[in-house]
Nanobody
Framework: QVQLVESGGGLVQPGGSLRLSCAASGSIFSMNTMRWYRQAPGKQRDLVAAVTSGGSTNYADSVKGRFTISRDNAKNTVYLQMNSLKPEDTAVYYC???????????????WGQGTQVTVSS
């Protein structure tokens, strides 16, 4: 089955940077919209950023100007570059992707396991 494997999370100081990676493995025909979500303690899971197959991007207001989502189609990987990190960015970050496993198949949605990002001094 398709698996989304995340990496790059960790502990950083306020103002620091991290780059999250999410690589999809398995039999994949095409990656469509790819997204990053996050969920802080006591909060709901919210969309952080999204990038379509055509390269269009959208960001939550709270991260605009600081975060950048990008993709490498050859590697079936989506990235989230996080700059100027704030304590409020502390959360579990989840990779999410719409993808087709084979030609003519449906575009199904998959989730990564989540990776912890902690911003603290």
């Amino acid at each position: 089955q398709v698996q989304l494997v995340e990496s790059g999370g960790g502990l950083v100081q306020p103002g620091g940077s991290l780059r999250l990676s999410c690589a999809a493995s398995g039999s994949i025909f095409s990656m469509n919209t790819m997204r990053w979500y996050r969920q802080a303690p006591g909060k709901q899971r919210d969309l952080v950023a999204a990038v379509t197959s055509g390269g269009s991007t959208n960001y939550a207001d709270s991260v605009k100007g600081r975060f950048t989502i990008s993709r490498d189609n050859a590697k079936n990987t989506v990235y989230l570059q996080m700059n100027s990190l704030k304590p409020e960015d502390t959360a579990v970050y989840y990779c999410n992707a719409d993808l087709r496993r084979y030609y003519g198949g449906s575009s199904d949605n998959y989730w990564g396991q989540g990776t912890q990002v902690t911003v603290s001094s």
